[in-house]
């Protein structure tokens, strides 16, 4: 059996006084606060315990100056002139089989990037 239509629409109201908006003010300001301030504090932690591993016991890479390095040496080939000898070939393929068909980077038929792709 459906139901009828409403006769009536209540509505119900929470009215804050003065007082209760400035605690509610000041708890949404503390838990602001609170969740940005706890990543920033654990992110710190990592790095300090991070770099007193690394100080200690020596068992990681010191992580800035690899970025320094790898940066040095990024700049270093970008100078460089590049040929066709600048370019490691791990398969070692000449992007040709025997027949004179071409291959893929695997050295399987076909030209694209999946292998057997034409």
């Known amino acids: 059996?459906?139901?009828?239509?409403?006769?009536?629409?209540?509505?119900?109201?929470?009215?804050?006084?003065?007082k209760e908006r400035?605690?509610?003010a000041a708890y949404t300001t503390g838990k602001t606060i609170n969740n940005l301030a706890l990543p920033v504090a654990a992110g710190g932690a990592v790095?300090?315990?991070?770099?007193?591993?690394y100080a200690m016991f020596g068992w990681t890479e010191d992580l800035?100056?690899?970025?320094?390095t790898n940066m040095a040496k990024a700049k270093e080939m970008r100078d460089?002139?590049?040929t066709?000898?600048?370019f490691e070939n791990p398969f070692n393929?000449?992007?040709y089989?025997?027949?004179?068909?071409p291959t893929n980077w695997l050295g399987l038929p076909g030209w694209g990037i999946w292998p057997g792709v034409i």
């Not at 059996?1 to 003065?18: A, D, F, G, N, Y």
């Not at 790095?47 to 591993?53: D, L």
């Not at 089989?97 to 068909?101: H, R, S, W, Y």
Request: proline fraction near 4%; avoid cysteine; charge should be neutral.
């Open 47 to 53: 790095y300090v315990a991070y770099k007193i591993g």
């Open 1 to 18: 059996m459906p139901k009828s239509k409403p006769t009536q629409v209540i509505v119900h109201r929470i009215e804050l006084q003065e």
């Open 93 to 95: 393929n000449s992007g």
């Open 64 to 68: 800035f100056d690899t970025v320094k």
């Open 84 to 86: 066709g000898d600048s």
């Open 22 to 24: 400035k605690m509610l």
């Open 97 to 101: 089989a025997d027949d004179g068909t």
């Open 80 to 82: 460089e002139k590049l």
